[in-house]
């Protein structure tokens, strides 16, 4: 099968992704098979790409953010069928056994393994996947559309229940960064009655696609919202946003912190924390995230704005997304 490996991080613009041919996986004991259609791009891809996260499988092949049909499976399999589809996301696997798994706070687990970092991810025409971390999707979106939900999507869906917003109706929501997870993230907020601000960069793309999807308020990422905001969630892995997403918080609320990479945090004056805020951060999700995710984009429904690449052209998607340079969502599509 073809694949792309990182074998050596480095900056994207040296294309570090290197396309191969790699024996088709073999599905173990609980593990499906999976022909890849279409996979996600996300900023994790490119910080295993670029070597912000530490190198833990040399090489790797990226991408967790899979779309595709069931092709095999080994034993003790349940719930799928041949030609099913099936979605892959970020978290591949738990321990179940750790003081975390036990809490009910899987993605927490000491053991974690993660699709497309730890693990063989979906930039490939095959993969496999643990069963029981697999999500069956639902019809009302084609793979194109249903491939940012499985990591953007769900997180944004993570950092919105973490932001503790109990009612929201009326809710004073602000997003800082308006890529992927952003234009998903607003949907579900505004789907259930808050008010949502968005700061970000980029007034042709990020800017213009907030404003389409009813933000009643978009400035730039540094501009000051015109309220006192219930909650924020800081999407772009800046951490010179941090202070200024602070100041515009009101007593009591929280910040959010939605990325798995983010550069280092300038120094706070204590004035912007006092008042009872909260800063915390989103850590990988469980899968009762992904399924009630799932769920609630369906019934809304959630529409993605998606540019697609082809496969071949996996360096110059994350070139592209490093630039900012789409509108939504980037998505590999295999021939």
């Known amino acids: ?32 098979l999976i022909k890849v259609t279409a996979c996600g791009i996300c900023r994790t891809d490119l910080h295993v790409s670029e070597g912000d996260l530490g190198q ?43 003081r975390f798994c036990l809490a009910g706070r899987e993605n927490l687990c000491e053991s974690a393994e993660f699709t497309g970092w730890t693990r063989n991810g979906g930039f490939a025409e095959f993969m496999v996947a643990d069963v029981d971390f697999v999500y069956p999707l639902p019809d009302d979106f084609d793979d194109v559309q249903a491939a940012p939900l499985l990591c953007a999507g769900i997180i944004g869906y993570r950092a919105l229940r973490l932001t503790g917003i109990e009612d929201w109706q009326g809710a004073q929501l602000g997003i800082y960064g308006f890529g992927a997870a952003g234009h998903i993230c607003i ?19 990020h800017q ?52 798995i990479y983010m550069s280092p945090i300038p120094e706070l004056e204590y004035d912007l924390l006092y008042g009872e805020r909260i ?51 980037g998505v590999l599509v295999m021939n």
């Open 187 to 205: 949907q579900i907020a505004r789907s259930r009655g808050a008010d949502v601000y968005v700061s970000t960069r980029d007034r042709e793309k």
């Open 279 to 329: 800063v915390r951060t989103v850590a990988n999700n469980t899968r009762q995230d992904g399924r009630r995710f799932l769920t609630e984009a369906a019934a809304i429904p959630v529409r993605t704005s998606v540019r697609t690449f082809p496969f071949e052209e996996a360096n110059d998607a994350l070139i592209a997304l490093k630039n900012d340079a789409i509108k939504g969502s």
């Open 56 to 98: 833990r499988l040399k090489p790797v092949i990226p991408g967790h953010q899979v779309v595709g049909v069931v092709e095999d499976f080994g034993d003790e399999v349940a719930g799928f069928e041949r030609g099913q589809r099936a979605g892959v996301a970020w978290l591949h696997s738990t321990c179940g056994v750790c």
């Open 208 to 259: 213009a696609l907030a404003g389409e999807l009813g933000a009643v308020w978009v400035g730039d990422t540094f501009d000051q919202p015109p309220v006192q905001l219930d909650a924020a969630i800081v999407f772009a892995p800046a951490g010179e946003i941090v202070p200024a997403a602070l100041k515009a918080l009101d007593k009591g609320a929280s910040l959010v912190l939605g990325g």
């Open 1 to 32: 099968m073809k694949a792309f490996i990182v074998e050596n991080p480095a900056p994207i613009e040296s294309r570090p992704l290197k396309m191969v041919d790699l024996p088709r996986p073999v599905p173990q004991t609980g593990e499906l």
